[in-house]
C-alpha cells in the first residue's frame, strides 16, 4: 500500500524523496531532519535539501530553532492545495494558449477596416500597444484625435516619431513637417494615415473619405517590414531636405516636382478618390 502511495504522489510532481519525507512526516511527526532521513531511507547527504523543497511549496513545516523541527500538511489541505493549483494552471494555460493562438493567426492575416472613426480607434488600441516606437505618418486633423493617446505612450517611455502634413506641435514627439502636404493632397485627392508600432504591426490606409474611409491592419511580416520602411525612408528624405534643400530643388524642381512626376502612380499625376476604393 505504501509502495501505492508513493506513485500517487509522485502524480502529484513529487520527487521520490520527497514523497518518502512526506509520508514518514505523516506517520510521526515532529521529526528532526535527522530523524527524517534515518525512518524514511532519504540519504542524509539529501535530506535538507528534500524538507527545503518540501518547505518552499507548502507541503511540510518546520520549526525554527536550535534544532529545526518538520510536520506535515494535513493530506486533505495537500489535496485541497494541489488541486486548487492545477486548476489555476489550467485556466492559465487555457487563456494562454488562447490568446497565442490568436495572435498566431492575427500575423498571418490582414485585417479591413471601413470607417474613419473605426480606423481611428484600431490605430488607439495600437499605440496603446506599443512598447518602444511609434512611427506615423498623419494629417493633422487626426493628429489631434490621436494625441493624447500618443502622449500617454510617449509618458510610458515610447518612442514617437511623426512625419505632419500641416503644423503640428508636440512636446513630446519628434516631428518632421513634411514640405508639400497640401500638394499631396491634391495630387491623391485624399490624406492617408500610416501607423508602424514596434516595427511589428501596421495601420495604413486613406482616412478623409468619413465612413467610406479604408484602411489594414496585420502583423504579417510581409507587409509590416516594407511599411515599416517606407516610413523610414520618408524620414530620411526629411532630414535630407532639411541639409540640402536648395541643391535637391536645383536638380529636381521645387518640391522634388520633376521626380514626383516621374513616378507618380497616376498619368494625369491626380487622382480623386471616390468611394469605390
Known sequence: ????????LKNLNFTEYEAKAYLTLLEESPLTGYAVAKNSGVPRSRIYEVLDGLVMRGDIL????NT?????????????NRRLKAEENFELAEKSLAEFENSAS??????????????????????????????????KEEYEELEPELRQ??????????????EIVSDFATVYLHYMGHEITEE???????FSGDDSEVVAGIVSLGKDSRAAWTMHVGLVMPITEVV???LYLMEIMEKHRELLEESF??????????FSIHPDFKKHYVKEI
Open 62 to 65: 518546520v520549526s525554527h530553532g
Open 188 to 194: 491623391y485627392g485624399g490624406q492617408w494615415l500610416v
Open 1 to 8: 500500500m505504501k509502495e501505492n502511495i508513493l506513485e500517487t
Open 68 to 80: 529545526p523541527q518538520y510536520t506535515p500538511v494535513p493530506a486533505k489541505e495537500l489535496i485541497k
Open 106 to 139: 492575427d500575423r498571418e492575416n490582414i485585417w479591413n477596416i471601413t470607417g474613419r472613426h473605426e480606423i481611428l480607434d484600431k490605430v488607439k488600441t495600437c499605440i496603446a500597444a506599443a512598447k518602444k516606437r511609434i512611427l506615423l505618418e498623419i494629417w
Open 253 to 262: 524642381g521645387e518640391n522634388l516636382i520633376h521626380l514626383r512626376r516621374k
Open 232 to 234: 523610414i525612408h520618408d
Open 153 to 166: 505612450a510617449a509618458n510610458r517611455g515610447v518612442q514617437v516619431i511623426i512625419i505632419a502634413y500641416g
